[in-house]
Structures are given as structure tokens and as C-alpha cells.
């Protein structure tokens, strides 16, 4: 199946063409179709899956015809973080670039209200938002969506863990009735069931199997620590510097204050680091983001609601501080790393018994037990590697790395020794596939439809 079978217009698969696409993934093969015969569409997927462009690309072509008037968008995404919809919008660009006319505004918080207006009363063709910012550009009178003709709902589960359902509903209600809808969601918990019983007409069921199995190049590990937060911040820190091949890591915490705390102690330790939590404002999040792109820092403490989804490609290194509270969110923080095929290497402290039982609840969505490593928590600390030092930072009392590192090698539990005993080799890659430099490996799964 290739891309142009799908009822994309000219200008959709040119722009599709230059990205270095060469087949539709599973999700985009089964909704695009539907999705441009105007139907409804409820797709089970997750980032990762190729779901973005399975919604913009047909909405593209769908914008071709027809004109935007001030104030009264033509098409809506919700998306439950400004990360995502600055994601989407980045998706829009990517994808649009042979559509000069269209006009795309992202509505978040934590940025000027004036700008946003001004972008409304230019007229939009697509308008990309989080819950509380257009309701509350809605609720001034600046924001009409009365003239919505198709709406999508973005990681809608991810909204009903984030509080955001009575303001979807609330949204939901001031679309236009005859409007279409294409809903994504990751799971199908009770409360999201009876939203999409609510609010879409006789959806068309796209589900990509989930990756309730965590990607086969990432080698996984537990590392035992003792309970308070310095000794977990200490068995970090050991476990940083033991590292091998650590290019950049991302280190998930379950709470907000915990991301700055670890954050704060990091840098006081001499790590290249930056944080990502909800409560940042938005400037000091997207810079965040920014330079751990860019490679311009090594670590990025963060918490799951900042992180969830974010695309960030080669990531050698998941560190969960915390053991997540939901097995879900394992999956995700290990979704980070591993992609496109490339190794990974992902390690949760484990601190007492509670975490025990969340790892046990970890284990059985991902049907596999995951190994101890040994000795960590007793091995002498060493100094940061080079890798993990901002490469502005000097080094700490001007003295070189080679009088630093210590003479004895420490005793630390080899991640790379482990990989080979333990962890399948990274499947063969496929002749079919062209170059999918980014892609996820469970893009490659199969996809049921329901029509
Ligand atoms: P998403 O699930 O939308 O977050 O997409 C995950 C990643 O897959 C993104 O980096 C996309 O650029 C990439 N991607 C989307 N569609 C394709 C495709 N057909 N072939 C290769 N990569 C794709």
C-alpha cells in the first residue's frame, strides 16, 4: 500500500513525498480513507503510531476548498498538553508546506492572550488548542465555534487523567451537532467510552494493537536504593555515572516538586540537566525541551503529563526515579528510548516495598520480568563522565578529567555486559520498510478495523 491510494490530494502527497515516507503506517492506512469520506472515527493509538498524520494529512486535503472567517474556526484539535499541540502544529508546517493560503493558530496557556486574538480575528482554517485557554478565549466572546466542521480529540485518556473531561464535554457541546469527529485514545477506560458514546455518530473503529510490550531493543533493569529521597538521588547519580554509552537520558518523577528538587540537586552535582514539569511556564518549558533536542544539555528530569507523547528521537538512556504509579506509564517513559530500531537502555529505582508491587503490576501488563541489576547501590561514587557535563561547564576546580577519574574501575553492574546475556538482538530490519529512520518498531504492528 503506498501513500497515493489513500484519496490524498496532490499538494498532501508532494509534502508526504518530501518527508521521506514511504508507506503509510497501520493507523494512517485504515483512518485516512475514512476519515476523508467524512465519517467519524474513533482511532486506538497511541504516540508513537504515526496518529498525528493520520488526522492532518486528510484534514489538509479536506482544507483545500472552502475560506476561513474571522473569529469562526473551520477545524479543532484539543490536545491535553502545550507540548502536544505545539507538536501538532509543528505537524501542520511539516505537512502543509505546499498549502501557503491555510492559517493555523495554536491556542495554549501561558502566553499572550493578544497575539492568540489576533491570529482568531484573522480567520483560521485550523486551530489547535488546549481545553482551559479556548474556553477561556470562548467564554470572552472572542471565539466562536460555531462554524467547527470537524474536530478532533487528541490522547483523550490522557485528558480524563489530567481532570480535563468535563471541559471536553463542555467543547463537545458548543461544536456544531453535524460536525465530524475523529477521537484518539491510548485505552478505553469507562469514562472515555461513554464520551465517545456521547459524542460521536457511528464511528468507524481504527485500533493499532497497543504496545502493552515494551520495544525489543531497549534492555531493561532494576536498581535497588534505599528509601528517602537523597539515597534514591545518590543511586541516580551512580547510576549515571556507570552508565555506558549514555548519550542523554530523560528522568521520569511521579511528582512536580520531585522533577525540581532532582533537578536542583543534579545541577549542584555537576550534571547537565534541565527539567520539564506542568506547573513551568511556557518559554522556560518549550527552552527545556529545546535544548535537550539539540543535545545542548544531556539530562532532562521530567514528569509523565509534560513528557507524554513528546517525539523526541534517539534518547539513549530512561531513568524512572519513581516507579510509575501506573503500568501504562512505563510503557510510555520506555517509549522514549529504543526507537527506529536503535538500542536503549531503560533503569527504575526500586526503593521498598511499595515499589515492589508496582513493579509486580509493571511486569504483568508487559508480560516479562525485569532483571535486577547487581551491586548498585553499594558501589563508590565516581565522577561525572564527560558525556554528562555541559560542554560550557568547567570542570570542578580547574583540575583535567584524567586526574579525576579514579584509578580503580568501580564495581558497578556492566548495562552493556547485561544487554548481551539477557536481551534478544534488535530484529532484522525489513526491505519493505525504506528509510524509517524515526519510526517506532510497533508502528510495524498489525491494525483491526471495525467499519
Ligand atoms: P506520531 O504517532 O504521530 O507521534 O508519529 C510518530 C513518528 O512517526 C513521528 O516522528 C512521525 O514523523 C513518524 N511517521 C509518521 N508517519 C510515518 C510514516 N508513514 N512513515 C515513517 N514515519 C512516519
Known amino acids: 500500500m503506498s501513500f497515493s491510494h489513500l484519496g490524498l490530494s496532490e499538494k498532501v502527497l508532494a509534502a508526504v513525498a518530501a518527508t521521506g515516507y514511504k508507506t503509510p503506517t497501520p493507523i494512517q492506512e485504515q483512518a485516512i480513507p475514512h476519515v476523508l469520506a467524512r465519517r467519524d472515527v474513533l482511532g486506538i493509538a497511541q504516540t508513537g503510531t504515526g496518529k498525528t498524520a493520520a488526522f492532518v494529512l486528510p484534514m489538509l486535503t479536506m482544507l483545500e476548498t472552502g475560506r476561513a472567517r474571522a473569529r ?8 491535553p498538553t502545550r507540548e502536544l499541540a505545539a507538536q501538532v502544529e509543528e505537524s501542520f508546517i511539516k505537512y502543509g508546506v505546499n498549502h501557503n493560503k491555510l492559517n493555523v493558530a495554536l491556542i495554549i496557556g501561558g502566553v499572550s492572550f493578544d497575539d492568540q486574538d489576533a491570529k482568531l480575528m484573522r480567520g483560521v482554517d485550523v486551530l489547535i488548542a488546549t481545553p482551559g485557554r479556548l474556553l477561556d478565549h470562548n467564554e470572552r466572546g472572542r471565539l466562536l465555534l460555531s462554524g467547527v466542521e470537524l474536530l478532533v480529540i487528541d490522547e483523550a485518556d490522557r485528558m480524563l487523567d489530567m481532570g480535563f473531561i468535563p471541559d471536553i464535554e463542555r467543547i463537545c457541546k458548543l461544536v ?50 534505599g528509601r528517602d529521597g537523597a539515597e534514591k538521588r545518590d543511586t541516580l547519580r551512580r547510576l549515571i555515572r556507570s552508565a555506558e554509552g549514555l548519550k542523554n537520558a ?32 511556557q518559554s522556560a518549558r518549550t527552552a527545556a525541551l529545546e535544548q535537550f533536542r539539540k543535545n545542548e544539555v544531556t539530562l532532562l528530569v521530567a514528569s509523565d503529563v509534560a513528557a507524554r507523547g513528546l517525539d523526541i528521537s534517539d534518547v539513549s538512556h530512561i531513568y524512572n526515579f519513581d516507579v510509575p504509579i501506573h503500568p501504562d506509564d512505563y510503557v510510555h517513559r520506555i517509549g522514549r528510548t529504543g526507537r527506529a530500531g536503535r538500542t536503549g537502555t531503560a533503569i527504575t529505582i526500586v526503593a521498598g516495598s511499595n515499589d515492589a508491587k508496582a513493579v509486580a503490576a509493571i511486569e504483568k501488563l508487559i508480560g516479562q520480568p525485569i532483571p535486577f541489576m547487581d551491586n548498585v547501590a553499594g558501589t563508590p561514587a565516581m565522577p561525572p563522565q564527560q558525556a554528562t557535563r555541559h560542554p560550557q561547564q568547567p570542570h570542578r576546580g580547574g583540575r583535567s578529567e584524567h586526574h579525576r577519574r579514579p584509578q580503580r574501575p568501580a564495581p558497578v553492574a556492566r548495562i552493556e555486559d547485561a544487554r548481551s546475556r539477557r536481551v534478544p538482538p534488535p530484529a532484522p530490519k525489513r526491505a519493505e520498510d525504506g528509510d524509517a529512520s524515526h519510526l517506532p518498531a510497533f508502528l510495524l504492528r498489525p491494525v483491526t478495523v471495525k467499519a
Do not use: W, Y
Request: glycine share 2%; net charge positive; aromatic share 8%.
Open 72 to 79: 469562526m474556526p473551520r477545524t479543532l484539535i484539543l490536545e
Open 250 to 281: 530523560i528522568i521520569f518523577c511521579n511528582r512536580k516538586r520531585d522533577v525540581a528538587t532532582l533537578h536542583r540537586s543534579l545541577l549542584r552535582h555537576g550534571f547537565s540537566v534541565q527539567a520539564l514539569h506542568g506547573d513551568m511556564d
Open 176 to 225: 456544531p451537532f453535524t460536525r465530524q469527529t475523529l477521537f484518539f485514545t491510548a485505552t478505553m477506560p469507562p469514562e472515555i467510552r461513554r464520551i465517545t458514546e456521547q459524542f460521536l455518530s457511528n464511528p468507524v473503529r481504527v485500533e493499532v494493537s497497543r504496545p502493552a510490550t515494551t520495544v525489543a531493543t531497549t534492555a531493561q533493569f532494576l536498581a535497588r536504593s
